[in-house]
């Protein structure tokens, strides 16, 4: 968007975005399109492509918070803003991911390939701060000072890392929590859709049996499986839980309702402090979801 | 009604020598005492004179006459003026009847005097014909409610708000959008003073506001409109704001607090607003208004809103039912975005604008907070070209001229030599410069001495430059003659002022009519310049036509001191020549019928299934179009009844019917056309016998087959001209339905084409009407009187049996 005032831009990553759909499911201007790419016979599943109208467009920045991925991001007048943060309207995810440096060794360079989307950087460097590259020169080298980067912002915290690296010096929390399951019985015969886009490797596997399983301990509840899955109910996802920065938003409610259930929402509600939230959106509630919670 | 022995007066008017100068006067009146139930005739030198109409006053007691015929000019110059003098003598206005014996026989026949006199003889005949059979019609009168109805709150609006408001009346403001001030409290600085628009007319807007007896409201829309004169009754609609008009300080917490914006339409779209806020600072009312479109529900707004409580997100649309005795249209008009023009690039083009759009840049409180810069690079252009005309004065989409857009063009020339000074060069490509009313053409003389380059001629391309997204504007140097190309930083496209979107929707609501342009039509184009084809509704601005302010404030208050001449009385008087329905002969008892109710073009009709129809008087107009339509001839015209117009046909066409033209002209035009051609003194053959209805739609069949069953030799309807001419909206259609029909009947029965015609003069087309009357009276001439009895003869029995109907009656 191009005004004389002001200029707006928002620009997805395509080599970050997954395709999963959550910027689509909770944008208020139905802006955002993801569509399922074509498959090619013989080849494997692609993932959705994302479109974004700039006319339906209005710059929120929901989308870029709720991005597990980082891929979203919005400029105005060349600065990186995102309006719903700015004026608390909208909660942020917390990307809870610490590293212990102490317990950094050398060998944690490793720990960089264990990243199925490449976020963690490990640099060695001398005493007097020369960066040192290739594994075999730090081999056997004393002294040397480990940094770990992470790219915190882009990272789903599938935890993988620390699944891999139990011992070493990254902790992380998941971001959404939830459960998937696949209804075998309805998967159609020698799919595995689902598999080829899941961008964590290991959460969804191939048995004898010819059929796709699933491992929840990597699992981000991002739902792209869902969105090629051909089969309607052959796979089912449920967000119970999104971790996010404390807000009073009914912005925030709608999106949880969108993207977890009414129930989640709800519940979230009533343990937080947005009882007159609560009190003005009763209205919007079938009197079956009140009993219910 | 009328038991009593018609008691005829026939007075014949000299008019000096106009009349008495051609007719035998003196012949006249001894002609005139030998008609039926005619008493007294006498003759004045001028009877329009004190002494004349003291004669007929005198008249009047000493016969005892119950009916006047003067014979004189026109009934559109001296019918009022009779009335009057025979309502002083107790008889009842409407027992008069006038004799055009100037304008169509003495001033069109000058030198044929016996001929002149002969059809002088015979208009009046006709016209004693009529009086005897007229009747006493009271007038009537109507309730007042006084209060105002302002569609529209631009600066013509808010001037007939206070101006009303400060007479006394209390008044509605309706206004669609969320504020008073329309197009002028956008604009930066005004021409040719140079002061500032919204520093003006903000100060109108809040007297509009503190107003005790101005209602304003805004945000809503208009529903419907029912009622008359003195009597409407009108619904509205009310959008939801999410604010609580009545609890909203304006403080603009709740704005601060969004985090949502959305291009702001105030500004052309050039800057943004919040998803709650006012459109502008000044906005009257301040009263915050959510988007709904745009607005995420975060509810920061309402946290931000705190104890005052105003923003309800369950609001719903509020019905408001107002009842006001006269409606004021200012809606205004919107301007024309060339997006469909590619010769201009605009919308391709980062650096082409409207004019609109540059107040919005040039004005201190705009989004660029009075920075002209440019979309493709926010940078100031060293460069600007404006160009005139787009749109406008172009026969491919817009005819007029937009009136205005030559002095905007140059006040903002101004504004940017003055800014700027010589960091920018400024051209202007215009047509003509068009720099009438008062100080305009003074202001045309600073722009030209500030050094600003003005080229006459239109503009063929304008291209951009990939690179720098500079204009090359390509047109032709009419001055010179040559074509030339200029680059510039900046174009700004003077684009039309066109009728506001909602003019369809108002004029289908109101049912007043619009003009080929779109614009809204005023009743007369010089004498009631304010008032539409409905009474009690007005006009005031831009809505009729492209009009810049001080014409939209006189207009404006031109418009309220109309209203008020309504307003101020108790009752209102109507005219009783009007409709009315016998509901014993009204075939709408028995079966499905409603044509009446299809044909008025004011939707005055009402017919309930298996009851008669019926006319609302104060809606009527009495254009008799219904009357014409009726299959069952149930509808009366009061004034212009069958009976009276059948006599009249019968009465010109008792001698020698086969050398005459009959002729029915509607008053406003053809019969208007024809006093013209008499006026200027257009001679043509005396062979035309007229009879006068108000509007070509009154024409019923049968007066054109009783004609011809009366032997005419031609029957001509003469009616105003299509599409808009008809003073009663739509009657010369009906009319051409009618007579298209009618003229294929005729053909099969062997009727010569030519005898029956269907002509359109406009009142100002005196000479076109002398032309058909010479092209009438040749071709009456060739076929012969033979021919046209034959014709008759072969004709006579199917006319009577389609007229078995009426010779019952």
Request: glycine content about 6%.
């Amino acid at each position: 968007m191009v005004l004389h005032a002001k200029r707006y831009s928002l620009t997805l990553d395509k080599n970050k975005c997954t395709g999963c759909g959550i910027c689509m499911e909770i944008c208020p201007r139905e802006a955002i399109e993801v569509t399922k790419t074509p498959k090619i016979e013989g080849e494997a599943a692609k993932p959705p492509t994302v479109a974004i109208s700039e006319e339906k467009c209005t710059y929120c920045g929901m989308c870029e918070t709720l991005c597990a991925f980082g891929a979203l991001s919005i400029k105005i007048n060349g600065e990186h803003i995102i309006p719903v943060v700015n004026s608390e309207s909208f909660p942020q995810l917390i990307r809870e991911i610490t590293v212990d440096e102490t317990k950094c060794g050398v060998e944690c360079a490793e720990i960089e390939d264990a990243c199925p989307l490449d976020l963690i950087k490990v640099s060695v460097h001398t005493p007097d701060g020369k960066e040192i590259t290739g594994a075999n020169s730090r081999l056997n080298k004393e002294n040397l000072e480990v940094t770990v980067n992470i790219d915190k912002d882009s990272c789903p915290c599938c935890q993988l890392c620390e699944t891999k690296f139990p011992d070493s010096a990254i902790r992380v929390e998941k971001i959404f929590h939830g459960n998937l399951r696949i209804n075998r019985e309805k998967c159609p015969e020698d799919c595995h859709d689902c598999l080829d886009v899941c961008p964590i490797p290991g959460v969804l596997y191939l048995l004898d049996d010819g059929k796709v399983h699933v491992n929840e301990l990597n699992c981000i509840y991002c739902g792209v499986c869902r969105i090629v899955c051909p089969e309607e109910g052959a796979l089912e996802l449920n967000r119970t839980r999104i971790r996010h920065t404390e807000v009073r938003s009914g912005a925030w409610n709608k999106a949880l309702e969108k993207l977890a259930s009414t129930k989640a929402m709800t519940k979230e509600l009533k343990t937080k402090s947005g009882k007159r939230l609560y009190e003005s959106m009763k209205s919007r509630f079938p009197p079956e979801v009140e009993n219910d919670v | 009604m009328m038991s009593e022995e018609p008691r005829v007066g026939v007075f014949v008017c000299h008019c000096g020598l106009n009349i008495a100068g051609v007719i035998d006067v003196k012949e006249l009146i001894e002609y005139a005492r030998t008609l039926p139930n005619v008493l007294v005739a006498m003759d004045n030198r001028y009877t329009c004179a004190d002494p004349g109409q003291e004669e007929i006053r005198k008249a009047i007691k000493e016969h005892d006459l119950n009916r006047v015929v003067v014979a004189a000019c026109s009934p559109r110059m001296h019918e009022p003026t009779f009335r009057r003098t025979v309502a002083d003598a107790g008889l009842n206005p409407y027992l008069f009847e006038m004799a055009n014996i100037r304008e169509f026989a003495s001033w069109c026949h000058p030198s044929t005097p016996k001929e002149a006199t002969d059809k002088a003889k015979e208009i009046v005949k006709m016209a004693v014909a009529k009086a005897k059979l007229l009747q006493r019609l009271e007038t009537m009168e109507v309730p007042v409610t006084n209060k105002a109805l302002i569609i529209g709150g631009g600066i013509a609006g808010i001037s007939s708000a206070l101006d009303l408001a400060d007479m006394g009346f209390k008044v509605y403001l309706l206004e669609k959008s969320e504020s008073i001030g329309g197009h002028m409290a956008a604009l930066d600085k005004t021409f040719p003073t140079l002061d500032c628009s919204i520093c003006i007319e903000g100060p109108k807007m809040v007297d509009v506001s503190r107003h005790p007896n101005i209602e304003i409201l805004s945000y809503a829309d208009l529903v419907s409109v029912k009622g008359f004169v003195g009597n409407f009754k009108v619904k509205i609609r009310g959008n939801p704001r999410y604010v609580i008009a009545a609890d909203c300080t304006g403080c603009g917490e709740c704005r601060d607090a969004c985090p949502i914006e959305f291009p702001n339409e105030w500004d052309e779209n050039l800057g943004v607003r919040k998803a709650i806020s006012v459109p502008f600072d000044q906005a009257v009312p301040l009263v915050y208004t959510i988007n709904r479109d745009y607005c995420i529900e975060c509810f920061k707004c309402v946290d931000a809103c705190g104890a005052r409580q105003a923003i309800n997100f369950e609001q719903e649309p509020e019905d408001i039912e107002l009842e006001v005795g006269t409606i004021l249209v200012s809606t205004g008009f919107d301007i024309y975005k060339p997006t469909d023009d590619s010769r201009y690039g605009y919308s391709r083009f980062d650096n082409v604008i409207t004019a609109m759009e540059f107040e919005r840049l040039i004005l201190a409180a705009g989004p660029t907070g009075g920075k002209v810069v440019r979309a493709s690079d926010g940078e100031k252009p060293h460069s600007v070209a404006f160009i005139q005309c787009v749109g406008s004065r172009d026969v491919n989409k817009y005819e007029y001229c937009s009136g205005f857009c030559c002095m905007y063009a140059l006040k903002n020339a101004v504004l940017l030599k003055e800014k700027y000074r010589d960091d920018v060069e400024v051209y202007i490509f215009y047509m003509d410069m068009r720099t009438h009313f008062k100080g305009y053409e003074e202001f045309y003389r600073r722009a030209r001495e500030l050094g600003v380059n003005f080229i006459r001629g239109r503009i063929s391309q304008i291209n951009e430059d990939p690179k720098t997204k500079n204009l090359l504007i390509r047109a032709e140097d009419m001055m010179l003659g040559d074509p030339l190309e200029l680059e510039a930083e900046l174009v700004v496209l003077s684009t039309a002022a066109i009728p506001s979107k909602g003019a369809d929707e108002v004029s289908r609501i109101l049912s007043i009519t619009r003009g080929a342009d779109g614009f809204f039509m005023e009743s007369h184009p010089k004498l009631k310049p304010l008032d539409t084809s409905v009474d009690g509704i007005f006009l005031a601005g831009a809505c009729q036509g492209p009009k810049d302010i001080p014409y939209s404030v006189s207009q404006g208050s031109g418009a309220a001191a109309r209203a008020a001449t309504i307003l101020s009385q108790p009752t209102w008087k109507i005219e009783p020549i009007i409709a009315d329905i016998d509901s014993s002969k009204c075939r709408n008892v028995n079966a499905k019928c409603g044509i009446c109710v299809k044909k008025c073009p004011y939707g005055a009709i009402k017919a309930l299934e298996n009851k008669a129809a019926s006319v609302t008087a104060a809606m009527c107009h009495g254009c008799g179009t219904c009357v014409a339509e009726c299959p069952t001839d149930a509808i009366t015209q009061m004034h212009f009844t069958d009976a009276q117009i059948l006599a009249q046909v019968r009465a010109a066409l008792e001698e020698n019917p086969e050398g005459k033209i009959l002729g029915f002209l509607c008053n406003w035009c053809s019969y208007a056309g024809a006093d013209l051609a008499g006026t200027s003194r257009f001679e043509y053959p005396p062979t035309m016998r007229a009879i006068r209805v108000m509007c070509s739609g009154r024409v019923d069949r049968d007066f054109v087959l009783e004609a011809f069953r009366q032997g005419a030799g031609m029957v001509l309807v003469g009616a105003c001209h299509l599409p808009y001419d008809c003073h009663y909206i739509s009657g010369n259609y009906k009319m051409k339905d009618r007579m298209d029909a009618l003229a294929r009947i005729f053909e099969k029965l062997g009727l010569s084409p030519e005898r029956f015609r269907v002509e359109y003069v406009s009142a100002a087309e005196g000479v076109k009407f002398a032309a058909i009357m010479r092209e009438m009276t040749e071709q009456l001439e060739a076929l012969g009187p033979e021919k046209i009895k034959a014709e008759n003869e072969k004709l006579r029995p199917t006319l009577d049996k389609m007229l078995s109907r009426k010779r019952k009656k």
